[in-house]
Nanobody, 124 residues
Framework: QVQLVESGGGLVQAGGSLRLSCAAS????????MGWFRQAPGKERDFVAA????????LYADSVKGRFTISRDNAKNTLYLQMNSLKPEDTAIYYC?????????????????WGQGTQVTVSS
């Protein structure tokens, strides 16, 4: 079956960095668009970043643009999110997701598979 397993979350001070990974199995990773979303307590799941199947196109939420970088290694079936200059408002559970749609996919509803999430906590 399809599995997306996130790792790399943790507790970091404001201004610090974390690198999230998402290991995919059970699907043809290289043909799927991928994305990162986050959900803070009591809030909806929000789009963070997306990347197309080949890694040539990326898209970011305005709140993370210039600080976060999404990338993928199709040979390793792995998606990444490099997070720099972290802020307390970045605190959330971060989820990776896979979509069979073309291009960069923003909508939660257009993703087919989801990971279990990894907690990111940024202290002030």
């Amino acid at each position: 079956q399809v599995q997306l397993v996130e790792s790399g979350g943790g507790l970091v001070q404001a201004g610090g960095s974390l690198r999230l990974s998402c290991a995919a199995s059970g699907l043809s990773f290289r043909v799927y668009a991928m994305g990162w979303f986050r959900q803070a307590p009591g809030k909806e799941r929000d789009f963070v970043a997306a990347i197309n199947w080949s890694g040539t196109r990326t898209l970011y939420a305005d709140s993370v643009k210039g600080r976060f970088t999404i990338s993928r290694d199709n040979a390793k079936n792995t998606l990444y999110l490099q997070m720099n200059s972290l802020k307390p408002e970045d605190t959330a559970i971060y989820y990776c997701a896979a979509s069979g749609r073309a291009g960069t996919v923003v909508s939660v509803n257009e993703y087919d598979y989801w990971g279990q999430g990894t907690q990111v906590t940024v202290s002030s």
